[in-house]
């Protein structure tokens, strides 16, 4: 019998849901992909059509968290600078990923680097999308298309960012703001240095 688009969609949510649940409750690594089937109702190999590793189910929850923030947020009235801008994106970012703080490190270390080539469809779909946001604030500012250079390096500072913030114990995570307040003033820095760059006022 064939699935339909709709059944499939709903199974996939399905899935996302009882990781999300058995995740929080039981933590990631404890949580195995047996347990996530039989409490979404399939069998194993069925689940493995829809995610092909417990990774990949965190990368599309991050995914989806992180598809809010895009649609809400306004780069328009984002900051006054380009640094601020990226700040606030990152910051509302963080905020909407954070149930899934704890669990970000085993995504971080495998599937967010520029490096994987076997990357699920959701991390590409993210990366590219997030991306996409930082081009956006880039061009609004004045300081032009972003070389490739510039988004390797971004992207680099964003999942160092992410993996501090995933073990950062100070209070209210001061220590993540600070570093990603240092880093974006590097970056900037180091983009509007470049030839035929510069922020408009």
């Known amino acids: 019998m064939r699935v339909t688009a709709q059944v499939q969609a709903a199974t996939r949510e399905n899935i996302l849901e009882v990781a999300r649940q058995l995740f929080a409750s039981q933590g990631f690594h404890e949580t195995t992909t047996r ?17 092909s590793s417990k990774e990949a189910i965190v990368g599309s929850l991050a995914s989806e968290a992180l598809a ?6 306004d780069p328009g009235n984002s900051g006054s600078s380009f640094e601020e801008a990226l700040f606030a994106f990152i910051v509302a970012g963080l905020r909407k990923l954070k149930p899934l703080r704890k669990h970000l490190p085993a ?4 599937m967010l680097s520029l490096a994987c080539i076997k990357a699920d469809e959701d991390i590409n779909l993210l990366r590219a999308s997030h991306l996409e946001v930082v081009a956006e604030l880039a061009n609004r500012h004045g300081v032009g298309e972003l070389p490739p250079m510039a988004e390797q390096m971004y992207w680099s500072l964003y999942t160092g960012l992410l993996l501090f913030w995933a073990s950062d114990t100070s209070p209210q995570q001061e220590d993540t703001l600070a570093l990603l ?3 974006l003033e590097m970056f900037a820095s180091w983009l509007l240095s470049k030839p035929g760059q510069k922020e408009k006022e």
């Not at 809010?68 to 947020?73: I, L, S």
């Open 68 to 73: 809010e923030v895009r649609t809400n947020f």
């Open 181 to 183: 307040d240092g880093s």
């Open 35 to 51: 347990e996530i089937a039989r409490a979404a109702g399939l069998a194993t190999g069925t689940m493995f059509n829809y995610f």
């Open 107 to 110: 995504l971080l270390g495998t």
